[in-house]
């Protein structure tokens, strides 16, 4: 699979289906961060809307 890594965009989490397996880069344009609190108080709230399992 050829990928185009969004240098903007590091991501570690290999089994998304956007990442990069030759580097830690995702390859969107653009990436949507949510959460799944109602009041989101530290990084562990925060999500990447994005993901998708490969």
Not at 17 to 28: E, F, I, Q, V
Not at 34 to 48: K, L
């Amino acid at each position: 699979m050829n990928c185009n890594a969004n240098k903007s965009i590091e991501c570690t989490v290999s089994q998304c289906a956007h990442h990069c397996t030759s580097s830690n880069y995702c390859s969107l344009d653009k990436i949507m961060v949510g959460t799944h609190e109602a009041n989101p108080s530290m990084d562990q709230c925060t999500d990447c809307m994005s993901f998708r399992k490969k």
